[in-house]
């Protein structure tokens, strides 16, 4: 089983994020994901720079993938889709139908249905074939029985790839959060969102823990992580996403790599791991509870 990393959905500065791919390079990582998909304000790297990083990628041996804005939101930002769908070189991730638009029409065969596209049933990703999708990305609240249901009726072969690992993108919207935390309007945004290494977490009135805000995007405050429950993804998934996160994301991926590659158990794996992850740990969407539950059968 193959693991991706999925796009960067912080604003670091810009050689923070230079850093972290170069040592991502190094990484047991099969797939990276790159570009900016959250927020078309962020200009630490443009679309150029990003090409740059996945030609480095590529020559260390990574497959690098150009993912798409989640939010089209002005004719700038369907001026960098087109550029993104233009280039031939890198397979690109659609995260929103304007994406796949262009792409079909473009008469591409080898994109990715990013999760943002929110697939639920095989009726649905079988338009997306027909339109020359040839990866899905599953979105991150369905389960693992009903991911298996869809698979077992897909019209055409199609590889599966899971969000595994990391804090999970729940909504994005035109409104910035970030930018309203500090009492500024979303265009006078001062960049706010630069250097918040993982994000606000937003708390409860009894001080809980609740939701992450990152600008446009609300994530979850907890951690969704499928480390312990990899058995039951043989067979449902080709591929794994790791989402980026402030620190430690390597040792993360070292982690799965030896529970897939079999030097430790899931549960060994993802006792290891708890000191490298930014906050608790859930599992509750995979296995069709409420998505902030941690629950690992025995």
């Not at 939010?71 to 993104?84: A, F, G, P, Q, Y």
């Not at 991730?93 to 591409?108: C, I, K, Q, S």
């Amino acid at each position: 089983m193959k693991l991706s990393l999925g796009p960067l959905l912080y604003y670091w500065p810009r050689q923070s994020v230079l850093d972290f791919y170069a040592e991502i390079a190094d990484s047991p990582v099969d797939i990276v994901h790159l570009g900016e998909t959250v927020c078309s304000r962020r200009h630490e790297l443009r679309l150029d720079d990003w090409i740059e990083v996945a030609a480095m990628l590529a020559d260390a041996g990574k497959e690098a993938v150009l993912s798409s804005q989640s939010l089209i939101e002005s004719e700038s930002d369907l001026k960098t889709l087109r550029r993104v769908v233009g280039q031939q070189r890198f397979r690109v991730e659609a995260n929103d139908m304007a994406a796949v638009r262009l792409l079909a029409e473009a008469g591409r065969r080898d994109w990715i249905a990013g999760p943002t596209l929110n697939v639920f049933n095989p009726h649905t990703l079988g338009l997306l074939v027909e339109a020359g999708a040839s990866r899905w990305v599953v979105a991150p609240e369905m389960s693992g029985a009903a991911l298996a249901e869809v698979r077992s009726t897909l019209p055409a072969p199609i590889e599966t790839e899971v969000f595994a690992y990391g804090r999970l993108p729940l909504a994005h919207s035109a409104r910035c959060f970030t930018a309203r935390h500090y009492n500024l309007q979303k265009d006078g945004c001062e960049f706010r969102c630069l250097g918040i290494a993982d994000g606000l977490v937003l708390r409860t009135r009894e001080g809980e823990p609740f939701l992450t805000l990152n600008g446009v995007q609300t994530q979850s405050a907890k951690v969704h992580t499928l480390l312990g429950d990899l058995s039951a993804l043989d067979g449902r998934a080709e591929v794994l996403r790791i989402s980026p996160q402030g620190a430690h994301t390597r040792d993360i991926i070292e982690r799965f790599r030896a529970a897939l590659d079999g030097r430790q158990t899931p549960a060994e794996a993802l006792a290891a791991s708890s000191a490298h992850m930014p906050a608790a740990p859930c599992n509750g969407f995979w296995h069709g509870r409420p998505g902030v539950e941690q629950f690992v059968p025995a």
